[in-house]
């Protein structure tokens, strides 16, 4: 099928904009879902990067698959993605896909559940667009800016919890050890896929997410603004949202919860962490 291209330098805000692309994302997104399946639960063949992080040859076809279809949409949009080498010209583009096309590689490669497709369309260092689909439990998550978050078309917010007692949250061990030194919280098991974490605050299925330093644009960037149109919030101890298609696409530790206990957990984080 042949998209059309993407309005040129038309604000996402507008509704047929908007729409347009949300769409085009949706699209994108089940048929790089689909992509992945037919490699998951088979004999794939995997290798270690440089960094020594997995990666798979369904890691690699997804990869090639959406830069073929999203690049086909607007030939003038930079490209970032964990699975393509990365060149300078993003940098000077207007627009930037940042993609993720197996979010979770380790769980993908055991045959769980817990992984992803994800896709953000940036533009001056924040999220406009953004898709993440899960293709084993088939949840698709869409947003654009000022237009909100559904799944499967259903929109949905973040629980409305304001206290730190009793809140589930999911996250690196050690974080949430330093977490639970300031009030019983209910440990979930850590979700392998971060952008899926991050979501499911987004749903109201955690209270908190937390990651450690280090992910990179390409993990955060969908979730990011998925969980901003639901209302919740994604920021680093310091309470500043991620800027993103920097030269180093690196990010610090990053706290996401409900917008009424995210002060709660910033001062959490600023004692345990600091603001840097």
């Known amino acids: 099928m042949t998209s059309d291209p993407l309005p040129q330098d038309a ?3 507008d509704p047929v904009a908007a729409d347009q692309t949300v769409r085009h994302l949706a699209q994108a997104a089940r048929a790089a879902g689909a992509l992945a399946l037919s490699f ?8 270690n990067k440089q960094n020594d992080s997995p ?24 490209w970032l993605s ?8 993003r940098m000077a583009r207007h627009r930037v896909w940042i993609v993720d096309p197996i979010d979770g590689t380790r769980a993908f490669m055991g045959g769980e559940p817990d ?5 953000a369309l940036i533009e001056a260092g924040r999220p406009i667009a953004a898709a993440l689909y899960a293709p084993v439990s088939d949840e698709l998550f869409l947003s654009a800016a000022g237009r909100g978050t559904s799944v499967n078309g259903r929109p949905v917010h973040p629980a409305a919890r304001a206290t730190l007692a009793g809140a589930a949250i999911s996250g690196p061990g050690f974080l949430l050890d330093r977490v639970a030194r300031h009030a019983e919280i209910d440990r979930r098991p850590r979700v392998r896929s971060l952008a899926l974490r991050l979501a499911r605050v987004a749903t109201g299925q955690l209270d908190v997410a937390l990651a450690s330093a280090n992910s990179c644009d390409w993990d955060i960037a969908a979730a990011d603004l998925i969980v901003h149109e639901a209302g919740g919030r ?4 310091d309470g500043g949202a991620p800027t993103y298609n920097k030269v ?7 706290i996401c919860s409900g917008r009424h206990l995210h002060d709660p957990m ?5 004692d345990e962490f600091g603001t840097s």
């Open 11 to 13: 604000a996402v805000t």
């Open 40 to 47: 998951f639960r088979t004999d794939l063949k995997s290798w």
């Open 55 to 78: 990666v798979t040859e369904g890691d690699i076809a997804v990869d090639r698959f959406l830069q073929d279809r999203l690049g086909g949409l607007d030939p003038d949009y930079g």
């Open 82 to 89: 964990e699975e393509s080498a990365d060149t300078p010209d």
């Open 115 to 119: 992984w992803a497709i994800s896709i």
């Open 234 to 237: 994604l920021t680093g101890p």
């Open 248 to 254: 180093v696409p690196r990010h610090g530790i990053l």
């Open 266 to 270: 910033l001062k959490i984080a600023q």
